[in-house]
Antibody
C-alpha cells in the first residue's frame, strides 16, 4: 500500500525557515516524480514544487528562490526547505507522488500544517 | 489567479448529474492532458481523472472526464452525499518551463 507521511510543520515567524519531510513507503520511491502542493485556509490547491527522478526541480514564481525541494532515494524521503517565509505561505502542505503514465498526482499524504505568524 | 477557470460552486440533489467546467486556452488545456482532483478539507486530496478521461483504479465510474478544445469537464452522475467536496482541474503546462497549474476550484454541495 502506498503511504506518504508528512512531518515538520509548525509555527514559524515571518522571515523564518522550516524544513518539511515526507516519508514514503509501499512503492519504488526512486521511480517516481514527487511533488509538494499546499492549500491555505479559504483558498484552493496550489502547486509548490516538483522533483523528477533525475533530480530536476521545478517551482512556481511564488516559491522560486525561497523554497528548495530535494529527495534522498535511499531513505525514500522527500524534503522541502522553506526560507524567508511569509504569512501567505501559511497552509497545509501535502506531499504527492506522480504517475509514470501521465502528468498527474496519483497519491497524496494527509498533510502538515505550516503557520507563519509573529 | 489561475489560468484555469472553474465555476465557484455547483449543486444537485441526490442521484442527479452534476457537471463542472474547466476553461483554459489553446496553449494550456488545448495542448496538455487534464487531471481532476477531489478534496475534502481535513483529508488527503484524491486523483479522480487523469489524461482527460482515465479513471485510476478504485474511482467509481460515476466520475467521468472529457476535453474539447480549450475546455475540460468533470461529470458526477448519481450524486451522493460523500461527493460533497471541492473539485479541481489541473494541467502540467510545458509551455511555461514546467509548471503544474490547478484550476480555481468548484465546491459541490447537495441540495
Amino acid at each position: 500500500e502506498v503511504q506518504l507521511v508528512e512531518s515538520g510543520g509548525g509555527l514559524v515567524q515571518p522571515g523564518g525557515s522550516l524544513r518539511l519531510s515526507c516519508a514514503a513507503s509501499g512503492f519504488t520511491f526512486s521511480a517516481y516524480d514527487m511533488h509538494w502542493v499546499r492549500r491555505a485556509t479559504g483558498k484552493g490547491l496550489e502547486w509548490v514544487s516538483t522533483i523528477g527522478t533525475a533530480g530536476d526541480t521545478y517551482y512556481p514564481g511564488s516559491a522560486k528562490g525561497r523554497f528548495t525541494i530535494s529527495r534522498v532515494d535511499a531513505k525514500k524521503s522527500l524534503y522541502l526547505q522553506m526560507n524567508s517565509l511569509r504569512a501567505e505561505d501559511s497552509a497545509i502542505y501535502f506531499c504527492a507522488r506522480g504517475l509514470t503514465t501521465a502528468p498527474a498526482l496519483g497519491y497524496w499524504g494527509q498533510g502538515t500544517l505550516v503557520t507563519v505568524s509573529s | 489567479q489561475s489560468v484555469l477557470t472553474q465555476p465557484p460552486s455547483a449543486s444537485g440533489t441526490p442521484g442527479q448529474r452534476v457537471s463542472i467546467s474547466c476553461s483554459g486556452s489553446s496553449s494550456n488545456i488545448g495542448t496538455n492532458s487534464v487531471s481532476w482532483y477531489q478534496h475534502l478539507p481535513g483529508t488527503a486530496p484524491k486523483l479522480l481523472i487523469y489524461s482527460n478521461n482515465q479513471r485510476p483504479s478504485g474511482v467509481p465510474d460515476r466520475f467521468s472526464g472529457s476535453k474539447s478544445g480549450s475546455s475540460a469537464s468533470l461529470a458526477i452522475s448519481g450524486l451522493q452525499s460523500e461527493d460533497e467536496a471541492d473539485y479541481y482541474c489541473a494541467i502540467w503546462d510545458d509551455s511555461l518551463n514546467g509548471l503544474y497549474v490547478f484550476g480555481t476550484g468548484t465546491k459541490v454541495t447537495l441540495l
